[in-house]
């Protein structure tokens, strides 16, 4: 149990495009997603915390008109680059929290690569 | 002070070794306390929660000490395979989790 799965696994866009990245818990439902950004050999940057049927929470210095979220069911969450530039390339990783008790246990996607050309 | 400090390493050990990490946390109201595990390119992977009682799976052992606020992971008899960034996870009543930079283990023949 507690899978998470992302699509798509990796993107190669032009400039000036946008990219959707759809991130879905198949085995549990999950009233919060959380989107991460990774530059090799660093940590996970917290982007923003995704709440189904709200808007979501950015962490500061992230644009939400550049990375909108929307979480429209307890399965699912979808982060949308909009007009995507060359420095926004980078690994995206969504994860599903999911309750145990007294803790809330993180369930990640297998991932997302974006490269903008 | 950052919220979660780890030492970076890498740790260079031979296999069969035992190998121990560390992680501070500056929040004394944090509830819920993992390690997790990401290989290169990879996505993090849950490798165990961490209970106040301490806990062990097989190779491994997970302890907490709230009083001096860190949590440990201890590796028993490495192995080649157990090669990859150990990130240690911390969250509190909000359970929005918070990330140390994580620790470079390799295990070499």
């Known amino acids: 149990g507690a899978v998470v799965s992302q699509h798509p696994s990796r993107v190669i866009c032009k400039s000036g495009t946008s990219v959707k990245i759809e991130c879905r818990s198949l085995?549990?439902?999950?009233?919060?997603m959380f989107w991460y950004r990774q530059f090799p050999k660093q940590s996970l940057m917290l982007m923003a915390t995704?709440?189904?049927?709200?808007?979501?929470?950015?962490e500061q210095g992230v644009e939400k008109d550049k990375f909108l979220i929307n979480h429209a069911s307890l399965t699912l969450s979808t982060l949308t680059v909009t007009s995507a530039h060359p420095e926004d390339s980078s690994f995206y990783i969504c994860?599903?929290?999911?309750?145990?008790?007294?803790?809330?246990?993180?369930?990640f996607g297998p991932g997302t690569r974006l490269t903008v050309t | 002070r950052k919220e979660v400090e780890q030492d970076p390493g890498p740790f260079n050990v031979p296999e069969g070794a035992t190998v121990a990490f560390n992680c501070t946390y500056s929040?004394?109201?944090?509830?819920?306390f993992f390690w997790y595990r990401q290989d290169c390119r990879k996505e993090p992977k849950l490798l165990m929660s961490?209970?106040?009682s301490g806990n062990e799976d097989g190779r491994f052992t997970a302890q907490l000490n709230r009083a001096s606020q860190y949590i440990s992971l201890l590796i028993r008899d490495s192995k080649l395979s157990d090669s990859a960034t150990y990130l240690c996870?911390?969250?509190?009543?909000?359970?929005?989790?918070?990330f140390g930079r994580g620790t470079s283990l390799i295990v070499h023949p």
């Open positions: 085995d549990f439902q999950a009233t919060t």
């Open positions: 961490v209970y106040s």
């Open positions: 994860s599903a929290t999911l309750s145990r008790g007294a803790t809330y246990e993180q369930y």
């Open positions: 996870v911390v969250s509190g009543g909000s359970y929005i989790p918070t």
């Open positions: 995704s709440n189904e049927g709200s808007k979501a929470t950015y």
């Open positions: 929040n004394s109201a944090s509830q819920s």
